[in-house]
């Protein structure tokens, strides 16, 4: 499965943004979507992650500010932030895991400035 990420690029304080995933193939909505991102000089950690059924998680610095959707027929994950901080400055990854294995997206810049 290839991912590929956009939506990302500059935007100051207080702003939103909407961030992209697809998927070229077909992912159950069983199997879970995932964004998660990665500063400068730290790891790499998970944004969100939505699976068929059940709850969206969230990190708790996002909770409130960010919401994952899918659109299943179109084998999309989106990514609304809103609220956008400084510290939420990272490359963001979309993330797929099925049966066969695990995927992940080259990632898209979000860099939060004013």
């Known amino acids: 499965v290839e991912l590929v990420e956009s939506g990302g690029g500059l935007v100051q304080p207080g702003g939103s943004l909407r961030l992209s995933c697809s998927a070229s193939e077909t992912v159950l909505s069983t199997d879970a979507m995932s964004w998660y991102r990665q500063a400068p000089g730290k790891e790499r950690e998970l944004v969100a992650r939505?699976?068929?059924?059940?709850?969206?998680e969230y990190a708790n610095s996002v909770k409130d500010r960010f919401t994952i959707s899918r659109d299943n027929a179109k084998n999309m994950v989106y990514l609304q932030m809103t609220s956008l901080k400084p510290e939420d400055t990272a490359v963001y990854y979309c993330?797929?895991?099925?049966?066969?294995?695990?995927?992940w997206g080259r990632g898209t810049q979000v860099t939060v400035s004013s």
């Open positions: 993330y797929v895991r099925d049966s066969r294995s695990e995927y």
């Open positions: 939505k699976r068929g059924g059940r709850d969206s």
